[in-house]
């Protein structure tokens, strides 16, 4: 009560000094008062202080990492099938913290780091798997895209932009950016555009993998902080890549054709002869890729050699689709019955439904890409129509739905009725 009478020029802040009526307003302890301001800067201060004693790089402690079987089921929560390569990735991120934890020893043996590179077709996980696996990690993580890459002096971002990522993940703290990982995606564009010598420079293909060999191999980088040329006077940041691993992802459209043409030509000639058409309708046949039919791809050798960890992800089957559907802990089915569950609407879909999505993802041969979009197009409808009525307690996604020859079920207060014509 003695506060509430004391004039607002005789209370001050117990931190800045300043009176009652000079700040926004002041919050009122035991024995003093802060200010508006000083408290919010009392937060950064915490809140910074906090996210330094978290996560260091430098703090690890080998009993506590994740074990490669504990890494590869964290990936099982999110990823469906795929076990080889969650195996790889699993080995590859256990064996980096090793790396990071080793100590300068008697017999001088230095632990040399595996860079990866995935080969995939679209929709197989490449990405999802990054992802999945930069939410277990201790050490900054960060996903780059090759696309945008050229060689210096041209227009496009310079090779050294992709550690400006991980410098910003690590909140500048280069240390810590030093024994980070970096997932370079979309890595089969930039291959050599052709084996014939051209006028023009290849400055987004093989100028760009000539210029990733120093990243790669392990040497002293100078990073822009601000990322690109708009800023010329900024100050650069030298960083060590010597420890940083480095994870490559690509599509590699057309590889198939490079490995039925060697898998052909080992055996054409005589009655054991492969036939022609023999691995035409091997879907998995990315799983037989090796260093050479990659370098017939485009990438340069000395590229190739700076990766020595190559491996296929599988196609996606049909069974797999249904699951990738249903089972992740994010899965797309599982988000529309999150959505509907807003407007206390329970969302189901029977087994005729998935397997028909299922069908025509598979047409589409897009992977799991194409679930969203095929959902999405028989989904639209549904969410248009639910909130209009507060009686809708069910709704059942059929097949008949998915073919276009019925609708969904509605259940409203204990009946069914159709609620939507078929899907035209």
């Given at each position: 009560?003695?506060?509430?009478?004391?004039?607002?020029?005789?209370?001050?802040?117990?931190?800045?000094?300043?009176?009652?009526?000079?700040?926004?307003?002041?919050?009122?302890g035991m024995n003093g008062c802060i200010c508006d301001s000083c408290s919010e800067q009392a937060y950064e201060i915490t809140k910074e202080a906090l996210h330094q004693s978290k996560g260091k790089a430098e703090e690890l402690n080998l009993?506590?990492?994740?074990?490669?079987?504990?890494?590869?089921?964290?990936?099982?929560?999110?990823?469906?099938?795929?076990?080889?390569?969650?195996?790889?990735?699993?080995?590859?991120?256990?064996?980096?913290?090793?790396?990071?934890?080793?100590?300068?020893?008697?017999?001088?043996?230095?632990?040399?780091?595996?860079?990866?590179?995935?080969?995939?077709?679209?929709?197989?996980?490449?990405?999802?798997l990054a992802r999945t696996i930069a939410k277990l990690l201790h050490v900054p993580f960060t996903i780059v895209d090759a696309t945008v890459l050229t060689e210096a002096g041209y227009v496009g971002e310079d090779i050294e932009s992709l550690l400006?990522?991980?410098?910003?993940?690590?909140?500048?703290?280069?240390?810590?950016?030093?024994?980070?990982?970096?997932?370079?995606?979309?890595?089969?564009?930039?291959?050599?555009?052709?084996?014939?010598?051209?006028?023009?420079?290849?400055?987004?293909?093989?100028?760009?993998?000539?210029?990733?060999?120093?990243?790669?191999?392990?040497?002293?980088?100078?990073?822009?902080?601000?990322?690109?040329?708009?800023?010329?006077?900024?100050?650069?940041?030298?960083?060590?890549?010597?420890?940083?691993?480095?994870?490559?992802g690509g599509a590699f459209p057309d590889l198939e054709d490079i490995i039925k043409e060697r898998l052909n030509h080992q055996g054409s000639i005589g009655f054991t002869a492969d036939l022609k058409d023999k691995y035409d309708n091997d879907s998995n046949l990315c799983q037989q890729v090796t260093v050479d039919d990659l370098r017939n791809y485009g990438m340069i050798p000395e590229f190739l050699g700076r990766l020595p960890v190559v491996f296929a992800l599988e196609s996606l089957t049909k069974p797999m689709l249904i699951e990738i559907m249903r089972e992740p802990k994010n899965a797309i089915l599982k988000q529309y019955e999150k959505l509907l569950e807003l407007d206390e609407v329970k969302l189901e879909f029977d087994d005729a439904a998935l397997n028909a999505i299922a069908d025509k993802a598979m047409e589409k041969k897009t992977g799991a890409r194409a679930l969203r979009s095929i959902i999405e197009d028989y989904m639209l409808d549904i969410m248009y129509e639910i909130p209009k009525d507060n009686n809708i307690g069910k709704v059942v996604i059929t097949g008949d739905y998915i073919l276009k020859k019925g609708a969904p079920v509605i259940q409203m207060r204990g009946y069914e009725t159709p609620l939507i014509e078929s899907h035209e």
């Open positions: 009560m003695e506060d509430s009478k004391t004039p607002r020029n005789k209370r001050k802040c117990s931190f800045c000094g300043r009176s009652e009526n000079e700040v926004g307003f002041l919050i009122t009993k506590e990492l994740p074990k490669p079987q504990q890494i590869k089921e964290f990936l099982d929560e999110y990823v469906i099938g795929q076990d080889d390569a969650k195996r790889y990735l699993s080995v590859a991120v256990y064996n980096h913290y090793k790396r990071l934890l080793q100590k300068a020893d008697e017999d001088d043996v230095e632990i040399e780091k595996s860079n990866i590179i995935m080969v995939g077709s679209t929709g197989t996980g490449k990405t999802l400006t990522r991980l410098l910003q993940v690590a909140d500048y703290n280069v240390p810590e950016a030093e024994k980070g990982i970096v997932f370079i995606d979309e890595i089969d564009k930039i291959a050599r555009k052709g084996d014939n010598p051209s006028i023009t420079r290849d400055v987004s293909g093989e100028g760009v993998q000539q210029g990733l060999l120093k990243l790669l191999e392990g040497s002293i980088v100078n990073v822009p902080p601000q990322g690109g040329r708009k800023h010329p006077e900024q100050k650069l940041i030298p960083v060590n890549t010597k420890n940083i691993l480095f994870i490559c």
